[in-house]
């Protein structure tokens, strides 16, 4: 431990910022934004000031890497303390993904952690920052917190900056300041790496891809996952060197939006669709996302999240005790809803943000059963009560659990195409697909939503050609079962009378302008039917859509950004 003299704290008088409220994510802004005098100071200053009894505890402290992660560390530093904080566990050089973050957090009975990411939104000096609180569970912070955050930025008047020299990060090593303060710089990759290897059959992994020949590409965009993928998959599981790729973390992203889909993880569909690899997957910004591909074959998210679950206590040792409950974001396909009926679980769907989620996993954790939660959200975020977020790494190896558990004693391979169709053939298919459309104007945007919300009274009943009458249009409004919260305005659902749907929805993940994002869902059960191209399959229901909606009218868009 190095010792360093006590500090000097000084008080730096401030005022409000507008723009200052965080969304389903934490606070999102441009670089410059953040950059600006007072603008990070202010939040945090703000956050700890909403925070009660913070004397001599315990904060964790990281990001993903982005431009401004290592100047954004070390305000942070002086502020945690200027406010007193006893010790903050930061990660080498900076770097901690953002399920890592809850699972040292919860690992250590840290009285909470600050996350610094805008997760898979682009980095670089002229790209998105972001900054986000995990509370003492490892969970993103509730709304109750996240209000009286934003309260105290109305009201700001001074933050408290202790005078420290700047922290080397790019040692493992602590700092004591005196006899109130001390930094320790942590090993970003030791305690997740022990905690998936506790959750997963790393034996049986390792096994399986040392005697076959299936070949994995896992590729971490340059986001905060190249920190643990050479350890995880090769050095722990034994894979090729190669097998992992843009596995250094970079203040841009090495120019890649880190986003897993098929559209900015095109690098990674290319290889896939070579036939050379036979499993690929993609994670996002912070590491919390992923994407599961096969040889020349896509997972949708839905129904990586549906098979993860029917297949979870029977492969991964975490689930041997059996599953309690399936959850869902309401929309995600309900693929997941009908493995939990055939499995005699229940199932959950809430709304959009995984600190839903999180209150759902406390239940059953309270309840005595733990290791029993799965949830899933169709933006390509999979997890389950190990931590509080959703994880990345956790899908790909929960994947990988299970395509070497079916291969035990199969003399071929059991692909990932064959594990998906086999489950339709059980479950029938949920087809699914969503389209975003990126920075729309905001206006227009706005101006859209408010006409689908004027169309609920009168377009049940309605009927549109094969696809039946609409049964149900409403603004989704979740009533929380563990806490009796109220959530509204969660997205707007028009179901026909067989259940398909479409779904509209604003993000509130990116930091300027407006997304908006078009769900459509169709279930099918005969068997003739379950391999077709789901964008075929959908067509009727995404063309009445975006009739229904004038979306070109209000956007003019007339196409999506993002296609999934």
């Not at 003299?5 to 994510?25: D, H, L, M, R, Y």
């Amino acid at each position: 431990m190095t010792s360093h003299p006590a500090f000097e704290v000084k008080s730096i008088q401030t005022q409000p910022i507008e723009g200052q409220k965080t969304g389903t994510s934490g606070l999102r802004k441009k670089v410059k934004v953040f950059q600006s005098p007072n603008y990070l100071a202010n939040w945090v200053q703000s956050l700890f000031n909403s925070l009660k009894d913070l004397k001599g505890k315990t904060l964790v402290l990281g990001g993903d890497g982005r431009y401004f992660n290592k100047e954004a560390i070390q305000i942070c530093l002086k502020l945690a303390a200027g406010n007193k904080v006893g010790k903050v566990l930061v990660g080498h050089n900076g770097i901690l993904s953002t399920p890592a973050v809850s699972c040292i957090i919860r690992k250590y009975k840290a009285y909470g952690g600050i996350i610094l990411t805008a997760s898979h939104n682009p980095g670089g000096p002229e790209n998105d920052f972001g900054i986000k609180y995990n509370t003492d569970n490892g969970g993103p912070a509730p709304e109750s917190v996240t209000n009286e955050i934003y309260k105290h930025t109305l009201n700001i008047k001074e933050y408290h900056l202790a005078q420290l020299p700047e922290i080397d990060l790019s040692k493992i090593a602590s700092h004591r300041f005196g006899n109130d303060f001390e930094v320790e710089v942590i090993d970003s990759v030791k305690d997740y790496a022990e905690m998936v290897s506790s959750i997963f059959d790393f034996p049986l992994i390792r096994s399986f891809l040392e005697k076959s020949k299936f070949k994995i590409l896992i590729d971490s965009l340059s986001g905060v996952t190249g920190a643990y993928t050479q350890h995880i998959f090769c050095q722990m599981l034994g894979a090729p060197a190669n097998s992992v790729t843009n596995n250094t973390p970079l203040e841009d992203f090495g120019g890649h939006h880190p986003d897993p889909n098929l559209t900015y993880a095109h690098d990674l569909v290319k290889a896939m669709w070579t036939g050379e690899y036979d499993f690929g997957c993609a994670s996002d910004g912070d590491g919390d996302r992923n994407m599961i591909l096969g040889k020349k074959f896509f997972v949708n998210p839905s129904d990586s999240l549906a098979i993860i679950g029917a297949n979870a206590q029977e492969c991964i040792p975490y689930f041997s005790k059996g599953l309690k409950a399936l959850a869902r974001s309401m929309p995600t396909s309900a693929a997941s809803d009908r493995v939990a009926k055939k499995l005699g679980v229940a199932s959950y769907e809430v709304p959009t943000g995984w600190k839903f989620f999180g209150n759902l996993m406390e239940k059953y954790a309270n309840e005595g059963t733990p290791q029993s939660v799965i949830c899933g959200e169709e933006s390509f975020g999979t997890g389950s009560d190990h931590i509080r977020e959703k994880d990345g790494i956790w899908a790909m190896l929960a994947w990988l659990n299970i395509v070497a558990y079916k291969n035990k004693n199969s003399s071929t391979i059991i692909s990932i195409e064959d594990i998906c169709k086999d489950h339709w053939k059980s479950y029938g298919r949920n087809y699914f697909s969503r389209y975003d459309y990126e920075e729309c104007e905001s206006a227009g945007a706005n101006e859209l939503m408010n006409h689908l919300t004027s169309l609920q009274g009168s377009i049940v009943g309605k009927s549109f050609g094969d696809l039946g009458e609409i049964s149900l249009a409403d603004d989704f409004q979740y009533n929380d079962p563990v806490d009796g919260s109220v959530t509204k305005n969660q997205g707007l659902r028009f179901v026909f009378k067989d259940g398909s749907r479409f779904v509209f929805r604003l993000s509130g993940t990116g930091s300027s302008g407006a997304t908006i994002r078009l769900y459509v869902e169709k279930y099918e059960s005969s068997p003739d039917k379950l391999f077709n191209d789901p964008q075929d399959a959908l067509k009727p229901l995404i063309q009445v859509a975006l009739e229904v909606s004038k979306l070109q009218h209000y956007t003019g868009r007339t196409s999506p950004t993002v296609i999934t």
